[in-house]
């Protein structure tokens, strides 16, 4: 959902159990989707990516879905570990563009 | 071993002080960005630069410049007309050629106005 004032919206998981971090855009015209972690004090990592003409695509512990219909992203992380805390963002782009769009985050805690 | 560099990691400056940020990447990559994040925001694009001695202006370039003057460089001033440049800051960079992919960030540089 949306954040309201300086606060992240908050996902708090137990280690072990599944974790669906979600991400909402506007731009019908997006093709081209990336989820970054950033870990507290440093710059954000690329996790995975997906294209527009796909729907769902897998890395190692970590699926990102794409729902074009409802505009809606989804990055699922299997058997979440305490290491896996951190604010995750996704970003978009559309039409050939470099420059992405991030939104605000999602930080996810994760309970030993 | 490859990657982007910020300096300092820690910047602390006085009201009415230019201040220069450092960005350098071994990555070959053609396309450099500069961000601006806030406590509980996403990242703001403040400039980017696709070719060496070319740049545009990104969502809030007032009060920063930018120069770009080699393939592995990217610093950013903060000048004394930003009203707010207390803020994280973070340097991207991206391969333009084979279509859209992802940025690669460095660990950026949290400036402090005192």
């Known amino acids: 959902g949306e954040s309201v004032g300086l606060h992240l919206p908050t996902l708090s998981v137990q280690e072990g159990d599944n974790s669906i971090i979600n991400c909402a855009y506007s731009n019908s015209a997006s093709d081209y989707f990336i989820w970054y972690k950033q870990e507290s004090g440093k710059g954000p990592q690329f996790i995975i990516d997906?294209?527009?003409?796909?729907d769902k695509r897998q890395g190692q512990r970590v699926t990102v879905l794409l729902n074009k219909t409802v505009k809606h992203l989804s990055l699922q992380i299997a058997a979440t570990q305490p290491g896996d805390s951190a604010v995750y963002f996704c970003?978009?782009?559309?039409?050939?563009?470099?420059?992405?769009?991030f939104g605000r985050g999602t930080s996810l805690i994760v309970h030993p | 071993d490859g990657g982007i560099t910020q300096s300092p990691k820690y910047l602390f400056r006085k009201e009415g002080q230019n201040v220069t940020l450092s960005c350098e990447q071994n990555?070959?990559?053609?396309?450099m960005y500069w961000y601006r994040q806030d406590p509980g925001q996403g990242l703001r694009l403040i400039y980017y630069s696709q070719i060496v001695n070319d740049f545009q202006k990104g969502d809030i370039a007032e009060g920063y410049s930018v120069s770009r003057e080699k393939k592995e460089s990217f610093p950013l001033t903060v000048t004394s007309a930003q009203k707010n440049p207390t803020a994280f800051y973070l340097c991207a960079s991206s391969i333009l050629a084979g279509g859209q992919s992802e940025q690669f960030f460095g660990p950026g540089t949290r400036l402090t106005v005192l």
């Open positions: 997906i294209r527009s003409n796909m």
């Open positions: 990555l070959n990559h053609d396309a």
């Open positions: 970003a978009e782009s559309s039409g050939g563009s470099y420059i992405p769009t």
